[in-house]
């Protein structure tokens, strides 16, 4: 919250009618526009200070495709540009490369002997760099008389036959009011909400914030956002930088039992590989952030990314003669490396550095700051992980460490402290996840992590007394704890009759720090195929999420908290009205108990 009571005061310091940050910015910016066109000058400067190099006039676009579930390489598939006439083959390695193209936007059409064919829109090709899009192919199963297997513009994952949308890169970038901000760009889908406008504290469904769950490249993390709430997921905006975005896919109930310990929504975001001809970058600039990008090959068989960025919001706040300045950094890095056709290895680091700066010259500036609850955050993940590919399937195994490092305060006009929160929270998690393909309709995945946590706490509060004149019994906290959690899961895909995919699964999870540690959660579903292009979906399953850690600390009799429980049931159907035009309909209860 202490970020909310941050923003809110600075949007109450200058008029303004859309009551969100980039409203508050705007109008900033006409009040101290001399000095914003001074300092957007000089930032404009140092990025064309740079020598700049003749582009080509045409683009390259090249690709992999592989098979969706074993992710074996799929040879010799035929990739058409629709409209163009022109097309490729991938080779023996199920890699494609077109080059000598036009910059503009391609419909791109694969198709390959046994699989359903796809097709992936907005395609962006352009002349600074390369353009990678990758497929991931479904096995053609259906042989039902007189049905004819036309290209799908809407591909579906088998494990989720409802509440699933999945976003590429441009789509997100495109995305109305998402700014180029992961998380913001999922607030308009149905069935989203913003706790608050211009966060990104999400309420799906019902959920409150702290029941959404972020992936990256599989790799589970708190929080994704600047300046996030201590035991929830928001914040004003994602550090994710959206250019190594690959694609993004959000679930927003009934998904299956391979993800756990959260009870609304699911999402997974995948990054893209370096570029693999040669090594580049850009500057950037947008509405409150600059930063640097770099990616290339370090050698045949690797790749990385590297950006950084930082706000200039200090800037602006300091020339105002504002009492106080936020001011925030991220990191992101990424490693890839192929050790042979079956093997690779991965290396992922994310960071994010946010501080409240106090200017308390003039009593004025105290005071102000008096109403002002700021927090210093440092936040990052980590994580080293390898995947093998054999016949039939793929395993992964990772290593990750996910670390946040609270530092809130609130003082009066004295500088006396009101409230103090020195928390960090640390966990180390070993991750182990298999797919084996055991027939072409059937399909088993089983999983396994372990977390080592570490949480210390140091919390101060004044003595407090209600309106019915009762006070707290304790005004300071200081923890020092170790945790465990454990989890492990079984799920079990298969396709019948022809029309029939159903999906059953349990998730087993404990936690050593509550009374009750652990908890069984099965899940359902089943898809019908009415007919080619008509499909009714059902799902029903049991969600567990255990409590923050921060809630534990207050109270040893917190140890008592039981897992938050809820039951979900998902109806829908879908009806492909024409060939790139889907019509899709689900009602939902979801009931927390």
Sequence with gaps: MANILILGELVECVPSTEGNFFAFLRVIYRKFEDKMKTIIFLLLVSVFAFPLKAQESTGILYGKIFDHSTNQPIPFASVLLVGTGKGIQSDIDGIFRITNLPPQSYQLKVSAIGYNPEIKTDVTVNTAKPTEIDFALKESVLELEGVTITSDYFMKNPF??????????????????????????????????????????????????????????????????????????????????????????????????????????????????????????????????????????????????????????????????????????????????????????????????????????????????????????????????????????????????????????????????????????????????????????????????????????????????????????????????????????????????QRFTANVGARLDYFDAVTTNYYVSPRFSLSYMLSPLTNINFSAGIFHQFPSYIWLSGDPTNKNLEAIQVNQYVFGFDHRVQEDLLFKNEFYYKGHL
Excluded: W
């Design 160 to 497: 989720e036959t409802n509440s699933v949308t999945s976003f590429s890169y441009e789509e997100i970038r495109r995305a109305p009011g998402g700014f180029e901000d992961v998380v913001r760009a999922l607030s308009v889908l149905p069935g989203v909400a913003q706790a608050d406008a211009g966060r990104n504290d999400l309420i799906v469904r019902g959920g409150a914030p702290s029941e959404n769950l972020y992936l990256i490249d599989g790799i589970p993390v708190p929080n994704i956002n600047h300046f996030g709430t201590q035991g929830a997921t928001g914040g004003p905006l994602s550090f994710i930088n959206l250019d190594f975005v690959k694609e993004t896919t959000f679930s927003t109930g009934g998904f299956p039992v391979l993800y756990g310990d959260k009870l609304s929504s699911v999402l997974e975001i995948n990054l893209r590989e370096g570029r693999k001809d040669k090594i580049g970058g850009k500057a950037t600039i947008s509405a409150s952030q600059f930063g640097l990008n770099l990616e290339g090959p370090l050698s045949n068989s690797s790749t990385f990314l590297f950006s950084a960025r930082r706000s200039y919001l200090d800037f602006i706040f300091k020339a105002a003669g504002f009492g106080f300045v936020p001011e925030y950094y991220d990191v992101l890095s990424k490693y890839n490396v192929a050790i042979d056709t079956k093997s690779s290895l991965s290396f992922l680091f994310v960071s994010a550095f946010d501080n409240v700066k106090y200017f308390n010259d003039t009593e004025d500036q105290r005071y102000d700051n008096s109403t002002i609850l700021g927090s210093d955050q440092i936040q990052y993940a980590t994580a080293l992980q390898y995947k093998r590919l054999f016949n039939n399937g793929f395993y992964t195994l990772s290593l990750s460490r996910n670390f946040v490092d609270f530092n809130t305060s609130q003082r009066d006009s004295l500088l006396n402290p009101i409230f103090l929160n020195k928390s960090r929270e640390g966990e180390n998690i070993l991750k182990f996840d298999l797919i084996y393909k055991t027939s072409k309709l059937t399909e088993l995945n089983f999983g396994a992590e372990a977390k080592l946590i570490k949480f210390k706490a140091d919390i101060y509060f004044p003595p407090f007394k209600t309106t019915f004149g009762e006070t707290l019994p304790i005004n300071s906290v200081v923890v020092n704890k170790l945790y465990d959690k454990y989890a492990a899961y079984l799920n079990y895909n298969q396709m019948f009759l």
